[in-house]
């Protein structure tokens, strides 16, 4: 049996996913949140295979940073994106959270089945559009400095603490105003600091956002 969360902000579409997934003989809904902060307190105390993930809830990018959250505690689990907009930069965004597949909100019922036992099975399937454009970031990535396999394994390491204070340096802050931000002491910054400049191989912050700009991938982040 597949036990399925579904986090969708939209009543309506939340309650037709719901029916249609308890309508199959292998699949269960284990609960439904309609916001991150919802489905990330749902998902960690819930046991479940497969979430069905609606990006655009209290925010426009509240289910990529939940999803950055559940998987950090439960690494085993599968992520699907839902989504109304099918942007390049929200694709890239939402796979470089940890996602196995993202679907546009509409698709075919029958599709949508199919790509979730796919993921519960631990098969990545993935529509051409977002195939090609992957391959088109790696393409491009593969012809920067630093190649695609040390970047995603880099970022790949990071936690989400870690992730955060990526965006902070990238928005210019210093390590003071971070701290102040996240209400942390200057010492835990400079701690997490050491910890990104060790999984980037690099010696200064400077060269870490450096690096990201050349990469074109702040986005990511």
């Known amino acids: 049996m597949i036990r399925v969360l579904v986090a969708e902000d939209f009543g309506l579409l939340r309650e037709d996913l719901c029916e249609t997934l308890g309508q199959q003989e292998d699949m269960e809904v284990a609960g439904s949140a309609a916001s991150g902060r919802e489905i990330e307190s749902l998902a960690l105390s819930t046991r479940f295979d497969v979430v069905l993930m609606d990006i655009e809830m209290e925010t426009t990018t509240a289910g990529i940073r939940a999803a950055e959250r559940i998987l950090e505690k439960k690494p085993e689990v599968k992520v699907i994106f839902l989504t109304a907009h099918e942007t390049e930069n929200m694709i890239l965004t939402s796979m470089g959270a940890g996602a196995v597949d993202y679907i546009v909100k509409g698709c075919d019922e029958e599709e949508l089945l199919r790509r979730?036992?796919?993921?519960?099975?631990?098969?990545?399937?993935?529509?051409?559009?977002?195939?090609?454009?992957?391959?088109?970031?790696?393409?491009?990535l593969r012809r920067s400095e630093r190649s695609l396999l040390f970047f995603i394994t880099a970022i790949s390491q990071l936690t989400t603490a870690e992730r955060e204070l990526v965006r902070l340096l990238l928005e210019g802050?210093?390590?003071?105003?971070?701290?102040?931000?996240?209400?942390?002491e200057?010492?835990?910054?400079?701690?997490?600091?050491?910890?990104?400049?060790r999984k980037f191989g690099c010696t200064r912050t400077r060269e870490i956002i450096d690096l990201i700009q050349e990469l074109d991938v702040a986005h990511l982040f």
């Open 173 to 184: 802050k210093k390590i003071r105003e971070i701290a102040a931000a996240r209400c942390v």
């Open 116 to 140: 979730i036992r796919e993921a519960a099975a631990g098969h990545t399937v993935l529509d051409e559009r977002v195939q090609n454009l992957l391959m088109k970031e790696y393409t491009r």
């Open 186 to 197: 200057v010492v835990t910054v400079k701690t997490q600091i050491k910890s990104l400049l």
